[in-house]
């Protein structure tokens, strides 16, 4: 018999949920016998102590390794070629983006849960970010944050609340690789391939083929065809009838019966998920012009997907392949050296500032849990 739990099509509030996919999705934890015949859950506060240091000290360590690196005096002396109105016009694009990437995944929480409220979403996007940017791998790590704040603050549970951090990513995907694939006309149009060589190109084929991916997942999702759980019983048949295998697999049915059942809250997602990165070009548009590099409109988004594709490299921040790519792209439309680190050194305050807040943001909510 297929243990894979059955997930009804209509949305229904989280205390009604399938009992198997709380069981498979939720630990139960040790109770004892109360007073009146009952069972009590018993209390662990020395636990919680521990988990609450341990994410503080991580949190702390993050922190050090990440100022630790950074070229700090090169940052301030980059941020004083800038005047005051400039960076406040900055500052006030970044709050725009993260307005619109927390609007994106608000979208499809609320869809499920209407009480959820979108401006403490923020500080989550923002601790989401931190624990994303400062880990090895790229961009991501932080998104149990997500999960995990729902369920504490909502009581939305685990399977809910990955489905919702599912389609929030794929939305996310599908804006990047949009902008991907606007980017890759913009490398083979400047130029900067030439003399590549052929694997290059291949790579720019892959590159390609990737960013069609987000359309087909959700197609697939749409059609009840669910990739991923089956992947996983096709490459690893030993995880089919195992709880981690049924909570994948619900949530995928969650995520499905999204795009099938809130079109309206699927078209928002995606809309402001392409706004957020469109914003985020111009913010890089606005910075090279600040910094007096003058580029015409490809040769800006050219060395903006550069610098999006050194975030691929699996070191925190992109560290190192950042600086790279932003020497050789703009190096290549005739920027010194010089100029082209001052565009990186800008870029890396900003990361580290908004990184550091998220940080914080995240050492608070440890301690307040």
């Not at 149990?144 to 990955?162: A, C, D, E, F, I």
């Not at 892959?206 to 759980?229: E, M």
């Not at 920027?335 to 608070?364: P, Q």
Request: aromatic share 10%; charged share 10%.
């Amino acid at each position: 018999m297929n243990n894979v739990p059955s997930v009804p099509e209509p949305l229904r509030p989280v205390a009604s949920e399938p009992p198997l996919v709380e069981r498979a999705s939720i630990p139960v934890a040790p109770s004892v016998p109360g007073a009146a015949g009952g069972r009590q859950y018993a209390a662990r506060p020395f636990g919680k102590w521990i988990e609450r240091a341990g994410a503080i000290i991580v949190l702390s360590i993050l922190l050090f390794f990440a100022l630790r690196n950074a070229p700090l005096r090169d940052i301030l002396a980059s941020l004083s070629r800038l005047q005051l109105w400039q960076i406040i016009v900055l500052l006030g694009l970044d709050l725009i983006i993260y307005g619109l990437i927390t609007a994106r995944w608000w979208f499809v929480v609320h869809a499920q849960q209407r009480r959820i409220a979108y401006l403490p979403l923020i500080g989550v996007r923002l601790s989401v970010f931190a624990i994303s940017y400062f880990t090895l791998g790229p961009q991501v790590g932080g998104e149990p944050l997500q999960v995990l704040y729902l369920k504490r603050k909502y009581g939305l549970s685990y399977t809910r609340g990955t489905a919702s951090v599912v389609m929030d990513k794929l939305f996310e995907v599908l804006a990047n690789f949009i902008l991907l694939a606007c980017g890759l006309v913009a490398l083979l149009h400047s130029g900067i391939l030439v003399g590549a060589g052929s694997v290059a190109y291949l790579s720019l084929v892959a590159l390609g083929i990737l960013a069609a991916w987000p359309f087909v997942h959700i197609a697939l999702l749409y059609q009840r065809i669910y990739l991923v759980s089956s992947l996983i019983r096709a490459l690893v048949p030993k995880l089919s009838h195992t709880r981690t295998m049924r909570f994948v697999r619900a949530s995928e049915h969650l995520a499905g019966q999204f795009c099938r059942q809130q079109p309206r809250a699927m078209l928002a997602g995606a809309s402001v998920s392409l706004l957020a990165a469109a914003a985020t070009v111009m913010e890089y548009a606005l910075i090279t012009s600040f910094l007096h590099v003058g580029l015409p409109f490809w040769q800006t988004l050219t060395a903006w997907t550069a610098g999006w594709l050194s975030f691929l490299v699996p070191l925190p921040g992109g560290l190192g392949a950042l600086e790279a790519s932003q020497v050789y792209s703009l190096g290549f439309f005739g920027v010194s050296a010089a100029s082209a680190i001052g565009v990186t050194l800008v870029l890396r305050g900003r990361d580290l500032m908004i990184g550091g807040l998220g940080l914080l943001l995240a050492g608070h909510s440890a301690r307040s849990v």
